[in-house]
C-alpha cells in the first residue's frame, strides 16, 4: 500500500478548510465594510452636493430680488417724467414681487446666523423705498409736484438704493464663502469615496486570490484523498475477497472435516453397540447361570457374584448403551448439520402461510392433546427462498414453542409477518415458559439448551435455524422472560437473488 502524502493528512484539510474559511469572512467582511463606507460618503457627498445647491439658490435668490428693486426703480421714474397709467402698471408689477421675494431669500437663509440680519436690513430698507416711491407717485397722480420737487422725488431713493446694493453684495460674498468651504467638502467626500473603493477593491482582490489559492489546494488535497481513499476501497475489496474466498474454503474444509470425523466416529460407535449387544446377551446368559447355581448350590455362589450379574452389569451394559446411542443422535445432528452445509440453496416463490399449515396440520394430534392452539395473525408476506430451509426454520421454532408451552394455562402459538423494504420480518411468538435473558445468546450454540431439560433434544433444532437463516443471508433475534412467553423474529430478504452455496 502507498505511503500517504502528509500534506493530504486530516489536519492538512483541516487547516485549509480553516483558512478557505478565513479567507471568505474576511471577503465577505470587506464587502460589508466597503458598503457600508460607500453608504456613508454617499450620503456624506448628498449633504455637502446639497449645501452647495443651497448655496447656488440664495445667490440666485438674491439676484431675483434685484431685478424687481431696479424694475418698479425704472417704471417710478419713467412715470414721474412722463405720466403713463401703462408705466404706473409695470411700477406696481415689479413693486408686488418685492416682499415675496424678499421672503423666499429670508426662508433660504434662515439656517445662517450672518445672513438673517442681512434680510432683516433688507427688509426695511425696502419698507422705506416703497414708502418713499409710493408718496413721489401719490404727488404726480395729484399733479401738485413742480419741476423741482419732481427732480427731487427721483433722485430720493438713490441712497436707499446704494444701501440695498451693499447689503446684497454682502450676502452674495458671505454665499461665496460659504461655497468655496462646501465645494472643498463635497470635492474631499468624493475624494474619500474613491479611496475607500480603491482600498477595499484592492483587499478584496488580495481576498480573491487567496481564496482561490486555498481552494485549489484544497480541491488538489480532496483530489489525491479521493485517489487514496479510491486505491483503499479497491484494495480492501480485494483484500475483503481473499478473506471471503478463505472463509469459504476454512468453511468447506470445517464442513468436510465435520462430515468425514462424523463419518468415522460411527464405526467404532456401531462396534460399541454391537458389543454392547453381545455382553447384554452373555450377561442374561451369566444370570441365568447364577441363578441355576444357587438354586443347586448356594455355597458355591458369593453375595457378590449375585449383585454383580444381577445389578451391576445390566446396569454398566445399560449406562453403556444410552451414551452411545446419545452419541450417535450428536453425530447424527453433526452429519445434518454437515450435509446441510453442503446443500445446494434453490430460491423459489413461497406460500408461508401454507407452509406454516403443513406444520400445524403435523402437530394437530399434538396440540389437541395438551389443549394448544396455533394462529396467523393476518396475512403472511409474499417471499421466493429456499423451500427445504424455510420449512425447517418454521418447523423448528414453531415445535420449539409447542414443546416448552407453559402447561399451567391454555398454550397459544402466533405466527406474523409484515414486509419492511426488502426484508421480510416474521414472528413466532408463544405464551410458554419463556428463556432467561441471560441465555438468549446461548441458546443458538449447538449442543446449549436453556432452562430446565424435562424435554427431549440435543440442543440442535435452535444451531440448525441460526445456520439456515445466515445461508439465507437473513438473521435471527429472540425476546423472551421468564414464565412471560418467547418470540423468535425472522429477518430475511424478500427475494434471494444471490443463493448462498458452498464452494465445490
Keep these: 500500500m502507498a505511503r500517504s502524502d502528509p500534506s493530504s493528512s486530516p ?63 425704472a417704471a417710478r421714474r419713467g412715470y414721474m417724467i412722463t405720466p403713463n397709467p401703462a408705466v404706473l402698471d409695470v411700477y406696481r408689477d ?34 422705506q423705498l416703497e414708502a418713499i416711491r409710493a408718496a413721489s407717485i401719490r404727488m404726480v397722480g395729484d399733479g401738485t409736484v413742480s419741476e423741482a420737487s ?26 461665496q464663502r460659504l461655497l468655496a468651504i462646501r465645494a472643498a467638502r463635497e470635492a474631499q467626500s468624493l475624494y474619500a469615496f ?32 479521493r485517489d487514496q481513499l479510491r486505491a483503499l476501497a479497491d484494495s480492501l475489496e480485494d483484500t ?61 455362589v458369593t453375595r457378590d457374584a449375585v449383585a454383580a450379574a444381577r445389578d451391576d452389569l445390566p446396569e454398566a451394559i445399560s449406562f453403556i448403551r444410552s451414551s452411545t446411542q446419545k452419541m450417535d443422535r450428536l453425530i447424527n445432528a453433526i452429519l445434518k448439520l454437515s450435509r446441510e452445509g453442503r446443500r445446494v440453496i434453490t430460491p423459489e416463490p413461497l406460500d408461508l402461510a401454507a407452509i406454516v399449515a403443513d406444520i400445524r396440520a403435523t402437530l394437530h394430534h399434538h396440540i389437541d392433546a395438551i389443549g394448544a392452539r396455533i394462529d396467523v395473525n393476518g396475512p403472511l408476506p409474499a417471499i421466493a427462498s429456499d423451500r427445504l430451509a424455510i420449512e425447517q426454520i418454521l418447523s423448528n421454532l414453531i415445535e420449539n414453542a409447542v414443546k416448552y408451552l407453559d402447561q399451567g394455562r391454555p398454550g397459544r402459538v402466533v405466527v406474523r409477518g409484515r414486509r419492511t423494504n426488502d426484508h421480510v420480518a416474521l414472528e413466532i411468538a408463544d405464551n410458554g415458559r419463556g428463556i432467561d435473558p441471560r441465555d438468549h445468546q446461548r441458546i443458538f450454540d449447538l449442543f446449549r439448551r436453556s432452562g430446565v ?52
Design 11 to 73: 489536519a492538512s484539510h483541516d487547516q485549509l478548510r480553516r483558512t478557505l474559511i478565513r479567507c471568505l469572512a474576511v471577503g465577505f467582511g470587506s464587502l460589508i465594510l466597503a458598503a457600508l463606507a460607500t453608504a456613508w460618503l454617499t450620503k456624506r457627498s448628498r449633504e455637502h452636493a446639497a449645501s452647495v445647491t443651497h448655496t447656488y439658490e440664495v445667490e440666485g435668490a438674491i439676484a431675483a430680488l434685484r431685478i424687481p428693486i431696479w424694475r418698479s426703480e
Design 453 to 504: 431439560q424435562d424435554q427431549p433434544g440435543e440442543g440442535i433444532g435452535l444451531a440448525h435455524v441460526r445456520a439456515l437463516v445466515h445461508r439465507l443471508g437473513g438473521r435471527i433475534e429472540v425476546d423472551s422472560r421468564l414464565g412471560q412467553g418467547a418470540t423468535f423474529r425472522l429477518f430475511l430478504p424478500t427475494t434471494l437473488t444471490e443463493p448462498r452455496n458452498p464452494r465445490s
Design 94 to 127: 415689479a413693486s408686488g414681487q418685492l416682499m415675496p421675494t424678499l421672503d423666499r431669500l429670508a426662508a433660504l437663509t434662515r439656517d445662517n446666523m450672518r445672513q438673517r440680519p442681512r434680510t432683516a436690513r433688507l427688509r426695511a430698507l425696502l419698507t
Design 194 to 225: 474613491y479611496v475607500a473603493l480603491t482600498v477595499a477593491g484592492v483587499f478584496l482582490i488580495i481576498v480573491v486570490v487567496l481564496t482561490v489559492v486555498t481552494l485549489t489546494r484544497y480541491t488538489n488535497d480532496l483530489r489525491a484523498s
Design 240 to 300: 475483503v475477497q481473499e478473506r471471503t474466498a478463505d472463509l469459504s474454503r476454512a468453511n468447506h474444509e470445517i464442513q468436510r472435516f465435520a462430515y468425514i470425523v462424523s463419518h468415522d466416529l460411527r464405526a467404532p460407535l456401531v462396534n460399541v453397540l454391537g458389543f454392547t449387544s453381545e455382553l447384554e446377551a452373555a450377561t442374561q446368559v451369566l444370570a441365568r447361570f447364577v441363578d441355576r447355581v444357587e438354586a443347586e448350590a448356594p455355597v458355591l
Design 150 to 175: 419732481r427732480a427731487e422725488s427721483i433722485d430720493a431713493s438713490v441712497p436707499i438704493l446704494l444701501e440695498i446694493n451693499r447689503v446684497a453684495r454682502a450676502m452674495v460674498a458671505e454665499e
